[in-house]
């Protein structure tokens, strides 16, 4: 309890720090609001009813992802469980014998394992993580050398804390990438170490085979995964940007259609924007002003269905029109994933933002197709009308 009570207490120390720093220009209420801000889309039924965070966490299909999850534990802990019984077996056998009869064993494992699809091993990753769990917890016990043992344990415990912001979805790619990192990490020392050593001191089977054989299928798991991204990385040949801001996207074939706009309205916007002037891209493409160096007088540059449910689309419309930027980027970008449709297709999604762009605006080039309307890319760039740059959304609705 004592050890329970200083971390909760060390816990606070940032975020009362911070409601300390915001109460310098706000109210009590708004510093509260703005340190608790991060979890607010938790609350918005906008937010956890969408289907796009809904398919993330894999609360579309529960039942079908808890029995991928079960039947690749289940498959893992079966052939770790055969080989480690068969190699028990085995290791009667004389020297010579031993390790012809360990490869042959193992020959039809690796076959398979060269022959199977490891994009979907991220799915045994929470329950080999509690594995992992269950046996530190029982050499914490069995050992009088706890520092051995505190790390590994520390680092399950975090891997699976971590794994679990991909709720019953579990998967190395997509979110993956850096939350299923640990576990993945995790899941490696479980089947190089723990499970060998806890195999060998209960049930008395030789660890070095085991290890073995646990090791060759992680590199061809490794490999495959490998040979995997180099495929998607191939095909990335197209340089969008110039110098340090260089970024390789899909081409010529493929996706191409993006890269290319891209770089010709960045090169449009070199020629025909002032260096000074701003730019805002609706309802994506912040990118767009990184490249081209130009600012973005409001303060969002992401209008999609999230973020807009979460800041509120009234008080981003009210931003965009005190502040209004001198040029403006449409950008094609669909938001199927999030069960809407287009950007301004719909009052609270965008609708009254278009219609006061479209009072205040006028179209100066269109690279690609007309965005927001087909599924084609294209990004139209409008230029602000004078006589109106002061004209307001209520103006208009």
């Known amino acids: 309890m004592k050890s329970l009570t200083v971390f ?7 975020a009362a720090g911070f409601f300390l720093f915001f109460l310098r220009t706000e109210n009590w209420r708004a510093s509260l609001r703005l340190v608790s801000f991060g979890w607010r889309p938790l609350f918005v039924a906008g937010v956890v009813n969408n289907p796009f965070y809904q398919w993330c966490l894999g609360l579309d299909a529960p ?8 039947l690749y534990f289940l498959v893992c802990g079966l052939i770790f469980i055969f080989y480690a019984a068969l190699f028990k077996r085995l290791n009667r056998l004389a020297p010579p014998w031993q390790g012809i009869a360990h490869g042959v064993a193992a020959a039809p494992l690796l076959l398979a394992a060269v022959n199977f699809d490891w994009l979907g091993c991220g799915a045994a990753l929470p329950l080999l993580g509690l594995v992992s769990i269950g046996i530190l917890i029982w050499r914490w016990r069995q050992s009088p050398n706890h520092q051995r043992v505190c790390f590994p344990l520390l680092w399950s415990i975090f891997a699976l804390l971590l794994l679990a912001k991909q709720g019953l979805f579990p998967r190395i790619w997509h979110t993956g990438f850096a939350l299923a990192m640990p576990a993945f990490v995790s899941a490696t020392y479980l089947l ?3 499970l060998p050593d806890f195999f060998e001191i209960k049930f008395q089977v030789p660890h070095r085979p085991l290890r073995t054989g646990a090791m060759a299928v992680l590199i061809i798991a490794l490999t495959s995964l490998a040979n995997t991204s180099g495929k998607f990385y191939s095909a990335k040949q197209l340089a969008v940007g110039q110098g340090a801001d260089r970024i390789m996207a899909s081409g010529p074939a493929g996706n191409s259609v993006e890269g ?21 891209t609706l309802p994506e493409g912040v990118l767009l002003n990184y490249l081209s160096r130009h600012a973005n007088p409001t303060p969002d540059i992401d209008w999609n269905p999230t973020v807009m449910a979460v800041f509120g689309a009234e008080l981003m419309a009210t931003a965009l029109e005190q502040n209004p930027p001198d040029f403006i980027a449409l950008v094609e970008w669909q938001t199927y994933e999030f069960g809407t449709g287009y950007f301004g297709s719909q009052p609270g999604y965008g609708a009254e933002v278009m219609t006061w762009i479209q009072k205040n605006y006028q179209p100066v080039a269109l690279f690609g197709s007309e965005p ?7 990004i139209k760039i409008l230029k602000r009308l004078p006589a109106n740059s002061a004209a307001g959304l209520g103006k208009h609705n």
């Open 260 to 280: 290319r706009n891209l770089n010709l309205a960045l090169a449009w916007i070199q020629q025909n924007v002032p260096p000074h002037a701003t730019l805002a």
């Open 192 to 194: 190089l170490r723990l």
């Open 8 to 14: 909760a207490s060390t816990a606070i120390i940032p």
């Open 372 to 378: 927001l309307r087909n599924g084609l890319f294209g």
């Open 63 to 70: 039942g079908d992802h808890l029995r991928q999850t079960s």
